[in-house]
């Protein structure tokens, strides 16, 4: 323990002077940078080889360090903030001059979090500033949910890694506007809509969340419009009762070198003939976000010609894994 506090304190003190760190967090692994330090930010981008439109997260130890990064945080923050922090729950709210143009893409909004991975907010703490994190892994492949798939993405490019075991969420947090009216979920996660409007009254859905945008339509949280969490096979995301979507599967997949991504039930119908993983029973959509990247990634190494994945329905907990699913399927989806 002492020595897991000295070398905290120390990677507080590389993070602070503008060192890259990968860091475990509740929901997955965050790539972080001292978010007050614009040349450390930029290592950021480079290192995922993300767009540079699209902005970060930024990430605090304490609620009180919200009112500073924020043009005026108000009522509704607060109460978001009391209800779901520490927790899998990003604000986005007017930023204030505080807050570097280049962790925002140059928005005037800004999107903070408070983790309630211990050692998260330790390795804040310890750095004494705010930290810029968006998931470890290069953009467009799957979040990293444990140490080595970031070390699989980005060793060599990066100048730490925390390994604090696998995720307990394994999806990104949910992102919630109030810079607009009414307020918006733009990426559903481990804190639900349900449990967004019990606090906050009516909240809408962002389109992005459903569906692919035009060429034309700009995305209120500008991560939304890429292809994301992507395995490199490509993917179909096959949605309705268990039953059925596995019947579609047997007939799609005959006679193609597929994968197969299927709820625990469905294994023994798959796993002779397919690569198959399984990721949680059919009404367990908490383990199901627990497993599904990993799942992806180990699917994808097989190397097949294509993967056909069960995907669950919209409500509550299973809106974030079927939107990471239709995501990583580029939305080619099929409904049973
Ligand atoms: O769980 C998480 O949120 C993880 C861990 C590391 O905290 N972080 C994460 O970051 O998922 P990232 O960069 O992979 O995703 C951030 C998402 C993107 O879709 C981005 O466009 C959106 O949040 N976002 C960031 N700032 C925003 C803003 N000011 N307005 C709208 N969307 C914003
Ligand atoms: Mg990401």
Redesign the pocket.
């Known amino acids: 323990m002492k020595k897991d506090a000295a070398a905290i304190a120390e990677l507080g003190v590389i993070l602070r002077e503008g060192g890259l760190a990968a860091i475990p967090?509740e929901?997955?692994?965050?790539l972080a940078a001292n978010a007050f330090m614009p040349g450390a930010v930029a290592k950021i981008f480079a290192a995922k080889g993300r767009p540079q439109d699209?902005?970060?997260?930024v990430?605090i130890s304490e609620p009180d360090e919200l009112d500073a990064l924020c043009a005026s945080a108000g009522e509704d923050a607060h109460a978001l903030a009391r209800a779901f922090w520490p927790g899998?729950l990003?604000i986005?709210l007017k930023?204030s001059g505080a807050v570097p143009d280049v962790v925002?893409?140059g928005?005037d909004?800004?999107?903070v979090?408070l983790?309630a991975h211990p050692v998260a907010r330790a390795i804040i703490k310890a750095a004494g500033v705010p930290l810029a994190?968006?998931?470890?892994n290069m953009s467009g492949s799957p979040?990293p949910t444990e140490a080595a798939h970031v070390l699989a993405d980005l060793f060599g490019k990066i100048d730490a890694v925390v390994d604090g075991g696998a995720c307990a969420v394994g999806v990104?947090?949910t992102?919630v506007?109030l810079?607009q009216r009414p307020y918006r979920l733009?990426?559903p996660?481990g804190v639900t809509l349900l449990q967004l409007q019990a606090v906050l009254g009516e909240v809408t859905v962002d389109k992005a969340v459903y569906r692919s945008l035009a060429g034309d339509e700009r995305p209120?949280?500008?991560?939304?419009k890429y292809r994301h969490y992507a395995p490199s096979a490509p993917l179909v995301a096959v949605i309705g009762n268990g039953t059925r979507s596995a019947d579609y599967i047997l007939q799609a997949a005959a006679g193609k070198t597929a994968a197969v991504l299927c709820f625990d039930e469905y294994l023994p119908l798959f796993e002779k003939e397919y690569k198959t993983l399984s990721y949680g029973p059919e009404r367990d959509g908490e383990k199901q976000a627990r497993r599904l990247f990993s799942a992806l990634r180990e699917l994808d190494a097989a190397k097949p010609a294509l993967i056909f994945a069960q995907c669950p329905g919209d409500e509550g907990i299973f809106l974030a894994v079927s939107n990471r699913l239709k995501k990583a399927a580029g939305f080619d989806v099929v409904s049973v």
């Open positions: 967090t929901t997955v692994y965050g699209n902005p970060l997260i990430h899998p990003t986005v930023k925002t893409a928005m909004t800004v999107a979090r983790p994190a968006p998931s470890a979040s990104e947090s992102v506007s810079a733009l990426r996660g209120a949280a500008p991560g939304m």
